[in-house]
């Protein structure tokens, strides 16, 4: 399972790391990757960590801004949000992925963390 904690409330601007803790299974054999939902919006991609090299992959409305990174040891995965916008206000996901596919990054994402709300606002 996985598990996505370290959402809040932080000023635009600021900064936010969000943790992915998956158990079960290893990071060497799952792709993470992290989408959002905002209200009223459908579900995107935010960014991607590969299973094999930790070759990571970011939407282009957070490039530069946002880092993807793990820890084997700790079988946790890391999104960490620098120069937060309003408008990346959403509940954020993280979910695995065995298999290419289709979704997001090219895989198709078998198993979800309950998600972990990030609100930006002054």
């Known amino acids: 399972q996985l598990q996505a904690y370290g959402g809040g409330l932080v000023q635009p601007g600021g900064s936010l790391r969000l943790s992915c803790v998956v158990s079960?299974?290893?990071?060497?054999?799952?792709?993470i990757g992290w989408f959002r939902q905002a209200p009223g919006k459908e579900r995107e991609g935010v960014s991607c960590?590969?299973?094999?090299?930790?070759?990571?992959h970011s939407a282009d409305s957070v490039k530069g801004r946002f880092t993807t990174s793990r820890d084997l040891a700790k079988n946790t995965v890391y999104l960490q949000m620098n120069s937060l916008k309003a408008e990346d206000t959403a509940v954020y996901y993280c979910?695995?992925?065995?298999?290419?596919?289709?979704?997001?990054?090219?895989?198709?994402?078998?198993?979800w963390g309950q998600g972990t709300q990030v609100t930006v606002s002054s």
């Open positions: 979910a695995s992925a065995e298999l290419y596919g289709s979704d997001w990054c090219g895989y198709k994402y078998h198993y």
């Open positions: 079960g299974f290893s990071l060497d054999y799952s792709a």
């Open positions: 960590i590969s299973r094999s090299d930790g070759i990571t």
